[in-house]
């Protein structure tokens, strides 16, 4: 979390779909799915079903059908035509309400002990895990306390941080409430990985201490920000450690680090919170760039196709997009909009693949996706006002559209977590 200095709570982390993303075609008229079976199968293997230029894993081939089928329903609207929705409306006919779907915005509900998934066109809720109270300290099974992050992963699988609740972070709440968990749940909210115990502090195997980000790597595995141990790990699916950074002195210690993201060139960059900066250190764990130019508490960062990085300035209510010369050649400020808080902490900015960036606002409870010129086209959450209906959110903390890895680390497209209760954690 945003450990309790000036912000509040913590952190962000990333979603992640089961297949390439599918390009958007124009809408069409006809929107009837065929009569006859589209599938390509090959009798060498089976009469197995052929995804491109492999067989299709499980359940894979129909949702490249669906993805298809969608992508032909609905696109992204240009800012001229934005209205209160990144995405066009479809015909009356076609159901919008559907889990996992492309273009979906998955949130870190923090103060609400939630994640919940919303569709974008109807603003409706089509899937929540955890109790919506924020007045509950029930970490366990069906629970998560404090979310500061959460990732689609393939086969529906969703990863969530649970950091947990400092003390003081509600009234509600007022001796705080320990998790301190990364988990993996399904659709219908069990458990199916878990890597430390609820109310449990600690560094020991199995241990974290306000663990706010948490991602898929390509191996697998899952880099988790165990920020309370200033420290980031990885660790496999049989629970072990296999690779951590966090020196306790000279120039690579971090102070209470708030996101880690793989890039393609196999370094690992953090946002360096309390020491103001973003990293990118190599596997070896030396520091081979850095930006720390008046910043104040870094609570995200990536690296954008272009080269460019987009950081969070979370203490100064400040987006900020540098290039690979450290000039700033984007920002935007989320105190300045009407009715805003005056310092609303900001705890995720991601860029989206149509060049539009998606934020969480945290102590303005909004998610906000803005344009190039910094013109608002999508919000959810009522600006300033918490709650925990219906466009109603308490501190989000991360939000990312479901399908669009853009500067991040996209899942494997097979999670390899096995889809049912884990009755051990």
Known sequence: MLRFTKLAIVVPILVILMMPTIDVFPIVNALTKNTFDDSHTTARFGN??????????????QKMIEAMMQAQRTKYVTPSTAANSPLQSAPSNISQDVFNKHGNILISDQFNNRVIEVNPVTKDIVWSFGSGNSSLCNPGPGAIIGTNDAERLSDG??????????????????????????????????????????????????????????????????????????????????????????????????????????????????ADQNNNRAIEITHDGNIVWQYNTSLQAVAFASRLPDGHTLIVDSGHSHIVEINEQKSIVFQYFTNATSGSNSSPTPSNAVRLVNGETSIADQFNDRIIIIDSKGNTVFQYGMTNMT???????????????????????????????????????
């Open 48 to 61: 197995s079903k052929v995804c491109g230029d492999h067989l299709c894993a499980p359940g894979e081939h």
């Open 157 to 270: 699988l969703t990863l969530i941080a649970g950091t947990g609740l400092p003390a003081g972070a509600l009234g509600s709440m007022s001796k705080g409430c320990v998790d301190n968990r990364v988990i993996v749940v399904n659709q219908a909210g069990q458990i199916v990985w878990q890597y430390g115990q609820a109310g449990v502090t600690g560094s020991d195997p199995n241990m974290l201490n306000a663990p706010v980000f948490a991602i898929q790597l390509p191996n697998h595995d899952i880099l988790i920000t165990d920020q309370g141990n200033n420290r980031i790990i990885e660790v496999n699916q049989q629970k072990q450690i296999v690779w951590s950074y966090g020196p306790s002195s000279g120039p690579g210690a971090l102070n209470s680090p708030n996101s880690a993201e793989l890039l393609p060139n196999g370094n690992i960059l953090i």
């Open 387 to 425: 709650g925990v209906g219906t466009n109603e959110l308490n501190a989000p903390y991360s939000a990312f559209v479901i399908g669009d890895y853009t500067g991040q680390t996209p899942p494997p497209s097979n999670s390899n977590f096995i889809s049912h209760n884990f009755l051990n954690p």
